[in-house]
């Protein structure tokens, strides 16, 4: 019920335009005794009656229309089906964009940890594969079961007008025929369940395996990748056909009750004309008709294991359909103000899949500030920042923005004053003006150059076949590591944000050029608070204060002086970056 529930939403706009379908689906059913009992006067009165040769001669005229009556009934009946198909494709696949659209729009407005949790080749299943599914659902398996359903209950109201008895022996058949159908769909709906899942692994290998190309032809680890999706592959196929088995284990039961119509319809049939129960035209109108109730019966199995497809599909959209994110961004109409650029951080702490990343933390950023942080891997320093825009909560304690906890801001307007270049970079199938200027489409090409220049990318941007009309391959490929970071930085920076977030963006290029995107960030032409997350002292060196993050605590704070000062983590790191030595410097260094 609550699947029928959920198609009748998604049917708003086209409820009528469906309705209409459905109704038309019946009347063109209930259509289908019409020519068995024209065929039922032609025979009786015109070939077995008792006065069949007197009526051809002098009812001829009657003969001839109720012959050009089976052909209209046949046009109009073909024409019905057409009209009818036409109906249920417009409808289905004007659904099939709104649910679409909608699951896009929904898997756009996801928090970060629903992608954590979510694989990318599962949600692209879900967008394509299962939600045709759900089309075949409204066009086909719908409108087969209504027109079925009619043409069976038509078939048997016409055989129990003709004579009750006959009709009751076809019937017995049909109670055997439900139960295998029932034990056929018990038996086969979590084998769909998982050919879906399966599906979905297939899918994720896939999409994986193409993203990380580059690392897989570096390892050449293309045999091993082959083989994976080879296993992966093997085991779907193994699932789709053992779904089919099940079919094929009850086809021959579901056949052979259905061809049973026909057999009882010789045997008792044959008996009540010998014995003058029934009339040759009514015997006739049951041999056209008898199909009305064996191909239903037929249809039953094609009809479950294509519901039980149905199911296994619609259940996966809807894990998306009424996903909540834990961090909404409402995009509500506000005006939108740019910030001073004041960072508080108050006794943050922050857990992952009940881990703890951040512990107690506390600092703040003035307007205008540059902050460096630096740790070792996995001591929290991209989560921290990660927090700034709410790509995740705090699980305890407040992230303040100009002194508003920024759970209290408009998501849209909190990150659009913020610029982030991350980590992992990726740039858009798109020119590398597209890439630069993404966060404002209408930026003026000189402005586009402004940024690229700041970011020490516009000489080797200029030194490529298009120029800034360049198309970069997916994620970038076809640049080098420290070409695609300048693009990210150029990218952060053309939205002049008040807030801007580096996270490692210089650590695959020289450093010439980092000094130049220093310099640059430096002498910006607009207000902004830096937060750079760098391993290199030389990114450091000149901010206004350094963090130090260990095992989610800041466990050193100050300028480049003061923390050489300490002779701890970050003295360590400036020794091994500039004089090669490690931690037995001196007497005097740290053990």
Known sequence: ???????????????????????????????????????????????????????????????????IGMVGFSLLRTSLAYFTTMLYERSSQNMLYRVRIFLYNKIQGQDMNYYDHNRTGDLMTKMTGDLDMVRHTMAWIIKTIIESLTIFVAAVIYFFYIDVELTLWLLLLSPPIFIVAFLFAKRVRPMYTDLRERLSQLNTITQENIAGNRVVKA??????????????????????????????????????????????LLLAGGLLVMDARITFGEFSAFSALV????????????????????????????????????????????????YKGR??????????????????????????????????????????????????????????????????????????????????????????????????????????????????AHDFITKMPDGYDTIVGERGVGLSGGQKQRIALARAMAVQPPILILDDTTSAVDLETEEHIQRSLRELDFACTKIIIAQRVSTTAEADRILILDNGRVVEDGTHAELLAKRGYYYEVFMLQNEGIGRQVTANGPK
């Open 219 to 264: 390892f050449a680890r293309e045999p091993y990748e082959v083989q994976k999706f080879h296993d992966k592959n093997v085991n779907f196929s193994k699932a789709n056909k053992a779904a089919a088995m099940v079919w094929l284990d009850y086809f021959p039961y579901l056949e052979t009750l259905a061809q049973g119509f026909t057999v009882v």
């Open 291 to 338: 199909w009305g109730l064996s191909n239903p019966m037929r249809n039953i199995g094609i009809i479950i294991n294509d519901i039980q497809r149905f199911f296994a599909s619609l259940n996966k959209i809807v894990d998306v359909y009424y996903a909540h994110p834990d961090i909404v961004n409402g995009h509500n109409a506000v005006v939108k103000r740019r």
């Open 1 to 67: 019920m609550f699947q029928l529930k959920w198609l009748w939403h998604n049917l708003r706009g086209d409820r009528a335009r469906y309705i209409i379908a459905l109704c038309l689906s019946v009347v063109g059913c209930s259509l289908t005794i019409i020519n068995p009992y024209l065929g039922q006067r032609i025979v009786d009165t015109f070939l077995a009656g008792p006065d069949a040769a007197h009526n051809l001669s002098d009812k001829r005229s009657l003969l001839i229309g109720l012959c």
């Open 343 to 456: 960072i508080q951080f108050e006794n943050v702490s922050f857990k992952y899949d009940n881990a703890t990343v951040l512990k107690n933390i506390s600092f703040t950023v003035e307007p205008g500030e540059t902050i460096a942080i630096m740790g070792a891997t996995g001591s929290g320093k991209t989560t921290l920042i990660n927090l700034i825009p709410r790509f995740y909560d705090v699980t305890e304690g407040r992230v303040l923005v100009d002194g508003t906890d920024v759970r209290k801001l408009e998501l849209d307007e909190l990150r659009g004053n913020i610029g982030v270049a991350t980590q992992d970079v990726l740039l858009f199938s798109d020119t590398i003006d597209g890439n630069i200027a993404y966060g404002d489409p209408d930026m003026p090409e000189e402005d586009v150059q402004k940024f690229a220049k700041l970011a020490a």
